[in-house]
């Protein structure tokens, strides 16, 4: 597609000069440019989502800000974390898969996966205090990139959200948990429903959002 863009372009400033020259008029044009270079943005993963042993026929929720709100999770479940590292108090757009396929191990049956994202400055590990005082993701402005990590009313979920980097290391960290729910629905794997052990992954692309 940037190939393509780029030929149009030309194309297009030939027919102008063309046009120009059978006109027989002179004239002269500039034009300005400027670029901001930013630090390149890197992301770290410290650690995997893992719901545990759950029970069918009950919704499970894995509470990113809160381990003691989550519902059906087992005794090892955990947050995933990722770091992302870039330029201070820049917008930065995030997107992932607003549902991923998890698979069971043995043959195709799968259900789904629903990210939900809370995010909080500075590198951090994924403790009570930490997920407590974490936001959760929005894909609206952020009013002051100084002082807020996400925009206002967000509920987590994807497929965008946008966050700046701490003023202190340049860090932020994602606390991702979620729901799980028959394939394709927002409905509870009923007590009937696929069991056994489902492994999947998320992929996200993040880039400065100006």
Do not use: W
Not at 37 to 44: G, R
Request: proline share 4%.
């Amino acid at each position: 597609m940037k190939t393509i863009f780029k030929s149009l372009l030309v194309a297009a400033l030939f027919v102008g000069v063309g046009t120009t020259a059978k006109a027989q008029l002179g004239t002269q044009g500039s034009v300005g440019a400027n670029a901001r270079i930013l630090k390149q943005i890197t992301i770290t993963q410290n650690d995997s989502i893992r719901f545990g042993t759950v029970a069918a026929g009950t919704q499970t929720f894995l509470n990113p800000q809160s381990q003691a709100s989550s519902t059906n999770i087992g005794f090892s479940a955990a947050v995933g974390r990722l770091v992302v590292d870039a330029s201070q108090e820049e917008p930065i757009r995030i997107t992932f898969d607003s549902t991923v396929v998890l698979t069971r191990t043995t043959n195709d049956t799968s259900i789904s996966f629903v990210p939900v994202i809370s995010v909080i400055h500075g590198e951090q590990e994924a403790n009570t205090a930490n997920r407590t005082n974490s936001v959760l993701l929005s894909a609206q402005a952020i009013a002051n990139p100084i002082t807020d990590v996400t925009g206002p009313s967000g509920n987590g979920e994807g497929p965008v959200g946008l966050i700046t980097t701490s003023g202190v290391d340049q860090r932020t960290t994602l606390f991702i948990g979620g729901y799980l729910y028959l394939r394709g629905t927002r409905s509870v794997i009923p007590s009937n429903g696929p069991q056994g052990t489902f492994i999947g992954g998320m992929a996200f692309n993040i880039i400065y959002g100006i």
